[in-house]
């Protein structure tokens, strides 16, 4: 199957012959009228290269650091929730793919797999993604047990003071399957909240609203940087101002994210706004991007205009449905291939010299560029 795929938007359509609709529609699907979700999309197409001719690319090379730690190319691995949907091995064939791809994963506070076995399955670089339920000690365990697995980082989520309004979820009442849980936090109801739902309600926003600490604010990154030594970031951020408050907040970077579009809707595509926050943020602590990136020339636009890296959602979990570790292997290393071409091509040898002047925005006018 894998064979005929080319690229990874192809994984879609045979990830959704695979999975039951329930799950599927989980994966892809946004808030409201999933504008924001195209728009993800959509931006990308905007923003032209420019690229440089007649340089020796022989020696190209994509490696880079993140926090200090090497990694083979800057894509990562996104958290995404309940990946035992997809396929049975879940999150830890995630990250054994990733391991062999030599970048970093970011595990979800919602997997359906305990840290401790996701560290297990292998050396590698892997962050951990917090939500702060109103349980702050059962949190602070997870914090302390993700530090002890050899987590390298924690990765705050700050856009879901509550779930936003995914309709598809709804209409199929998603639910877990008994054999799944939030495994990290089936203490607090990440078992039994998931296994019903309400009339017209998924069992997400069930859990979610029995459980998230909607009161959570900047001042509680002091909280978390006095129950950890990890380095934190914070996901969600889509304005130059929260880049501001997060760097006065101390945190070590930050994730441009509208979390793939499934919270708010009519959010502006992350692409669109990563310039406003790296300006904001003046080069303090690295920005990282995600949301719909779907093929090498899309990193090399996030990279032209200020990310460090950036990390992919839905095309790990849809290679993960379709063939397992092999699928997201696959994912990984098409758009590292791309990337390279898309490097190469642009007459860029390291990823440090792809810089502004290659790429044109929307408001950019096509000709006449800086002489
Ligand atoms: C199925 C699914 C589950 C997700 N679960 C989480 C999660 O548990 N925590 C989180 O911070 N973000 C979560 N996200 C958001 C992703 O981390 C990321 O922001 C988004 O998927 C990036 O967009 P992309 O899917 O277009 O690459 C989820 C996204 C999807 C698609
Ligand atoms: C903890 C509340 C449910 C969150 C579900 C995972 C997630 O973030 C998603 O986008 O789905």
């Keep these: 199957m894998s064979a005929e795929i080319v690229n990874v938007r192809e994984y879609e359509a045979h990830a959704k012959q695979k999975l039951a ?27 032209r290269i420019r690229p440089r001719i007649l340089v020796d690319v022989n020696d190209v090379d994509l490696s880079t650091q993140v926090l200090g730690y090497r990694v083979s190319m800057p894509i990562m691995v996104a958290p995404t929730g309940h990946q035992k949907l997809a396929h049975p091995e879940g999150e830890l064939a995630t990250a054994r793919a990733t391991s062999a ?22 050396p590698g670089t892997r962050f951990f993604q917090l939500y702060i339920f109103k349980d702050r000690e059962y949190v602070a365990e997870v914090v302390r047990r993700a530090e002890r697995a050899g987590y390298k980082a924690i990765v705050l989520t700050g856009d879901v003071p509550r779930l936003g309004n995914r309709e598809n979820d709804k209409k199929n009442r998603f639910t877990l399957p008994a054999h799944l849980t939030i495994a990290n936090f089936a203490g607090i109801g990440g078992r039994t909240n998931l296994l019903t739902s309400k009339s017209n309600e998924s069992s997400l926003t069930t859990f979610n609203n029995s459980q998230m600490d909607s009161s959570v604010s900047w001042k509680d990154i002091g909280w978390l940087k006095g129950i950890t030594s990890l380095p934190i970031l914070i996901k969600g951020v889509l304005t130059g101002e929260d880049a501001v408050l997060a760097v006065r907040s101390g945190v070590d970077g930050i994730m441009v994210s509208n979390h793939g579009a499934r919270q708010l809707d009519f959010t502006p595509a992350t692409i669109s706004v990563l310039e406003e926050v790296v300006q ?14 779907r093929r090498g020339t899309d990193v090399f636009k996030a ?60 408001n950019e006018p096509l000709c006449c560029s800086k002489l």
């Design 101 to 122: 791809a030599d970048t970093i994963m970011v595990l979800s506070s919602s997997a359906n797999s305990t840290l401790e076995d996701v560290a297990n399955t292998g």
């Design 21 to 47: 609709k329930m799950s599927f529609d989980y994966f892809s699907t946004g808030a409201d009228d999933q504008w924001s979700l195209q728009e993800n999309i959509r931006a990308f197409g905007r923003i």
């Design 280 to 293: 904001a943020v003046r080069g303090r602590v690295p920005v990282f991007l995600d949301g719909g990136v």
């Design 303 to 362: 990279l032209a205009l200020g990310a460090a890296g950036v990390f992919v959602g839905r095309p790990v979990v849809y290679g993960l449905a379709v063939d397992g570790e092999a699928g997201v292997r696959k994912v990984l290393r098409t758009l590292r291939d791309e990337f390279e071409v898309a490097m190469m091509l642009s007459g860029c040898i390291r990823v440090q010299d792809i810089s502004r002047s290659h790429v044109l925005t929307e």
